[in-house]
């Protein structure tokens, strides 16, 4: 069974940083790239970013030179970096895989910016 479990979130001030991890089973990890997305309150989700199997990583604009994607073959976990955060940022935050045409998600993990 695939799973996808995802950690690291919670209340950090404008300004700070979070680390988001991605924890996967139940597949070949190495084949597959990881996806990052984000659901704010009240909008549609949105694609933060992905980082393929052989490390070459996308992000979104609003991503881009804040937020850095990792991974670790041995643990068979995607690292979603946050840095410079902002009241916008606040979402709850999912990694996906895409495997024989079939999405698979996490239970998303809430990042809440505010003073």
């Known amino acids: 069974e695939v799973q996808l479990v995802e950690s690291g979130g919670g209340l950090v001030q404008p300004g700070g940083s979070l680390t988001l991890s991605c924890a996967t089973s139940?597949?070949?990890?190495?084949?597959?790239?990881i996806q990052w997305y984000r659901q704010a309150p009240g909008k549609e989700r949105e694609r933060v970013g992905g980082?393929?199997?052989?490390?070459?990583?996308e992000y979104s604009d609003f991503a881009k030179g804040r937020f850095t994607l990792s991974r670790d073959r041995m643990k068979a976990t995607v690292t979603l970096q946050l840095n410079a955060l902002n009241p916008e940022d606040t979402a709850d935050y999912y990694c996906?895989?895409?495997?024989?045409?079939?999405?698979?998600w996490g239970q998303g993990t809430r990042v809440t910016v505010a003073s």
């Open positions: 980082i393929g199997s052989v490390r070459n990583v």
């Open positions: 996906s895989v895409l495997i024989s045409g079939v999405r698979h």
């Open positions: 139940g597949f070949y990890f190495d084949q597959y790239g």
